[in-house]
């Protein structure tokens, strides 16, 4: 099925250190969407944006949605523990019936 | 958000038997769910789209009589693995769709023996 790529497949940081990570498509998007993964569970929201240009906060996670609509990035300041998991990014797509369709994920880690 | 529980969260199952998992939206008229199925260390893989009151839709290369879903209820969608083997042991996640955003049921582990 359709994937949408994201980099990097997996990053090693020190606590406080500040982390980005990108989605590409070659298919525009109407929405774009960040989750957050933890071992055993199903992906929880973390930001959602709705146009391109779009830049939204939440917390110390920052978010934006390019303005060509087939990219999105997701910036985390000042790392702390607890932001170990799996990122993934997911785009809403409305042609036909409108599904999700999600991004190949960044594993992060996170060293205290 | 959606407040979505899905059941059980861990399933075990002869090969040959078939598994059912519900997905409930909790606090949300859920026209449309979707299912997902995720093998370790890979990406969320849409499985179908579930729609309340008519045919679930498929995406390519999902067995539609393997994996049946039905959406009854605004909130509630089953999925139904038929004739199950050890091919089909996997972490299936559904989700409520707004129209924007998707919200996450906890997910189930099959495991077929």
């Known amino acids: 099925g359709q994937q949408l790529n994201q980099s990097p497949q997996s990053m090693f940081i020190q606590e406080g250190e500040d982390v980005s990570m990108n989605c590409t498509s070659s298919?525009?998007?109407?929405?774009w969407l960040w989750y957050k993964q933890e071992p055993g569970e199903g992906p929880v929201l973390l930001i959602a944006l709705y146009k391109a240009g779009e830049l939204t906060s939440n917390g110390r996670l920052t978010a934006q949605f390019g303005i060509t609509r087939k990219d999105s990035f997701l910036n985390i300041s000042a790392s702390i523990p607890s932001d170990v998991g799996i990122y993934f990014c997911?785009?809403?797509?409305?042609?036909?019936?409108?599904?999700?369709?999600f991004g190949t994920g960044t594993r992060l880690k996170v060293l205290a | 958000g959606a407040v979505v529980s899905q059941h059980p969260s861990r399933v075990i199952c002869k090969s040959g038997t078939s598994v059912k998992i519900e997905c409930r939206s909790l606090d949300f008229q859920a026209t449309t769910m979707f299912w997902y199925r995720q093998f370790p260390k890979q990406s969320l893989m849409l499985m179908a789209t579930?729609?309340?009151?008519?045919?679930?839709?498929?995406e390519q290369g999902v067995e539609k009589d393997k994996f049946l879903i039905n959406h009854a209820s605004l909130t509630l969608s089953t999925l139904t693995v038929t004739s199950a083997h050890p091919e089909d042991s996997s972490f299936y996640i559904c989700?409520?769709?707004?129209?924007?955003?998707?919200?996450f049921g906890q997910g189930t582990r099959l495991t077929v023996v």
């Open positions: 579930s729609n309340e009151g008519s045919k679930a839709t498929y």
């Open positions: 298919s525009i998007f109407n929405t």
């Open positions: 989700s409520v769709g707004t129209g924007f955003e998707a919200f």
């Open positions: 997911a785009g809403l797509t409305t042609s036909g019936t409108y599904k999700y369709i």
